[in-house]
T-cell receptor
Framework: DSGVTQTPKHLITATGQRVTLRCSPR?????VYWYQQSLDQGLQFLIQ???????AKGNILERFSAQQFPDLHSELNLSSLELGDSALYFC???????????FGQGTRLTVV | KNEVEQSPQNLTAQEGEFITINCSYS?????LHWLQQHPGGGIVSLFM???GKKKHGRLIATINIQEKHSSLHITASHPRDSAVYIC?????????FGQGTRLTINP
């Protein structure tokens, strides 16, 4: 158990819908990262937050947004969902920006 | 060309064999990570390296910054080592991942 909690574990939704994925970092970790893993793209970095502020942005679509709340948990919002958004979404956390990151178990999103 | 290249993509070996997985990268990095992803999907961080060598149990990771190359070795491999091993490099604030090496250890 990495100490990073992601909910839900599985999510099935229809095209055009909006979903919210939640991540609770390890106790004491200030940095949260979101990653997407699809079959054809492998793991891709989406976005990073540090202590509530956005620190880095990767290949995140405009239909996706994220935030980190004062209690340091983070949410990834995916809207206008398309079939191609079906993937595993991982959250990871670390103490500081460039220290070792620990991964949650992932949320498997299926868009039908 | 991908920024992070792993080889081989797939590797099948017999229990007890010495395993080597390679990772080459083309960008400047502050650290390199080795991750393990089991069939259930969960990802475990194995090592974070910025120089030299690290060892944890039967796993050894090395990095050569000048050659932009890292290796992950598994000694006395076991079927429970079967997983996808992913190399990731930390550039400017983000991780860039290799495509992974699927390792299968047969009993």
């Amino acid at each position: 158990d990495s100490g990073v909690t992601q909910t839900p574990k599985h999510l099935i939704t229809a095209t055009g819908q909006r979903v919210t994925l939640r991540c609770s970092p390890r106790s004491g970790d200030l940095s949260v990262y979101w990653y997407q893993q699809s079959l054809d793209q492998g793991l891709q970095f989406l976005i990073q937050y540090y202590n509530g502020e956005e620190r880095a942005k990767g290949n995140i679509l405009e239909r996706f947004s994220a935030q980190q709340f004062p209690d340091l948990h983070s949410e990834l919002n995916l809207s206008s969902l398309e079939l191609g958004d079906s993937a595993l979404y991982f959250c990871a956390s670390s103490v500081m920006v460039n220290t070792e990151a620990f991964f949650g178990q992932g949320t498997r999103l299926t868009v039908v | 060309k991908n920024e992070v290249e792993q080889s081989p993509q797939n590797l099948t070996a017999q229990e007890g064999e010495f395993i080597t997985i390679n990772c080459s990268y083309s960008v400047g990095i502050s650290a390199l990570h080795w991750l393990q992803q089991h069939p259930g999907g969960g990802i475990v961080s194995l090592f974070m390296l910025s120089s030299g060598k690290k060892k944890h149990g039967r796993l050894i990771a090395t990095i050569n910054i000048q050659e932009k190359h890292s290796s992950l070795h598994i000694t006395a491999s076991h079927p429970r080592d079967s997983a996808v091993y992913i190399c990731a490099v930390r550039g400017a604030q983000k991780l860039v991942f290799g495509q992974g090496t699927r390792l299968t250890i047969n009993p």
